[in-house]
């Protein structure tokens, strides 16, 4: 069984940084394209940043310049470095990932999300 596990949430003051990881674990054949989104009270699910596995990224303009993603193929891996981080970055943030399990199609996974906060 294919899983995604966040850590590094928390809870920081505004201009503050931190750093969440996510690392994919079961029997992984391959892995396309990780992301993370997040979800604020009352709103919808919203990307945040997604790296292909060759390493090409796609940032939302919300957080370009202060959010960075990188991924350590070798280790299934994939981090978001929030920098200058705002009252309005406070939300749940999610992993997801596009995995394909050995004679499996490839299927989309997401994790169970970890809470940042954001006070000002």
């Known amino acids: 069984q294919v899983q995604l596990v966040e850590s590094g949430g928390g809870l920081v003051q505004a201009g503050g940084s931190l750093r969440l990881s996510c690392a994919a674990s079961?029997?992984?054949?391959?892995?396309?394209?990780m992301g993370w989104y997040r979800q604020a009270p009352g709103k919808q699910r919203e990307l945040v940043a997604t790296i292909t596995s060759g390493g090409s990224t796609n940032i939302a303009d919300s957080v370009k310049g202060r959010f960075t993603i990188s991924r350590d193929n070798a280790k299934n891996t994939v981090n978001l470095q929030m920098n200058s981080l705002k009252p309005e970055d406070t939300a749940v943030y999610y992993c997801?990932?596009?995995?394909?399990?050995?004679?499996?199609?490839?299927?989309?996974?997401w994790g169970q999300g970890t809470q940042v906060t954001v006070s000002s």
């Open positions: 079961g029997r992984i054949f391959s892995i396309g394209i």
């Open positions: 997801n990932g596009n995995i394909r399990e050995p004679y499996h199609s490839v299927a989309n996974y």
